[in-house]
């Protein structure tokens, strides 16, 4: 979500008598005033309106009994049971599902696919003679580390809930927002590619050595 489409959000909170605006550590009370203080990126977002009473929370942590790690949750409900709160509900739910993600993991499929492509493309590229053969192998496999960190780094993307409280216009394009995760899930996928290079080396060896 962009700012037009948080102030869309905001303005059917003040439909409520009065709504607040949060995050972990300030209360604000306008868009504006959270932009300054913590910049325009969103880590967590709570929105509480009262009057009806809905409750919007986003990307808060939750610590379960006997566990260090948090859990990450985001939900919407109704703070008290009257009609006005069940048709503001279904109005602010219906507009978050216009922005909802889809499944993260089928993006990761196409990066499991390479992944075990380069094993099978090596294993051949070694057990045949012809260099040429080898030679197409190597530029499949340089091929599908690319297409492997791509598709990483575009399903952990998506599966991430961003917020900004800048306009889409004057916002950083994908490529810049992440950067950072593009060059992580570069050297993973370059690690992947070099455990599958080594498997296959292996297999193309035993393939070459026994079926002679």
């Given at each position: 979500m962009y700012r037009e489409n948080l102030d869309d959000l905001?303005?059917?909170?003040?439909?409520?008598?009065?709504?607040?605006i949060s995050d972990n550590k300030n209360n604000y009370v306008s868009l504006d005033e959270m932009k300054r203080t913590i910049g325009s990126k969103i880590v967590n977002l709570d929105i509480r309106g009262e009057r009806p009473g809905v409750h919007f929370l986003l990307n808060q942590k939750e610590y379960q009994p006997g566990s260090t790690t948090p859990t990450?949750?985001?939900?919407?409900?109704?703070?008290?049971?009257t009609d006005a709160a069940d048709n503001l509900f279904r109005e602010i739910k219906d507009f978050l599902l216009t922005y909802q993600r889809p499944n993260p993991a089928i993006l990761l499929i196409p990066a499991l696919i390479c992944i075990v492509g380069s094993a099978v493309v090596v294993t051949y590229a070694m057990a045949v003679t012809l260099e040429s053969h080898r030679?197409?192998?190597?530029?499949?496999?340089?091929?599908?580390?690319?297409?492997?960190?791509?598709?990483?780094?575009l399903g952990i993307a998506s599966g991430?809930?961003?917020?900004?409280?800048?306009?889409?216009?004057n916002s950083p394009s994908f490529l810049v927002r992440n950067k950072e995760d593009f060059a992580k899930h570069a050297v993973t996928s370059i690690i992947s590619g070099i455990l599958g290079l080594f498997f296959g080396l292996i297999g193309g060896w035993l393939l070459g050595h026994y079926g002679k």
């Open positions: 905001v303005r059917l909170f003040q439909k409520c008598a009065s709504a607040t990450i949750f985001n939900e919407l409900r109704t703070e008290e049971t030679v197409r192998g190597v530029a499949a496999v340089l091929g599908s580390l690319i297409v492997t960190a791509f598709f990483t780094t991430q809930n961003r917020l900004f409280l800048e306009t889409k216009l």
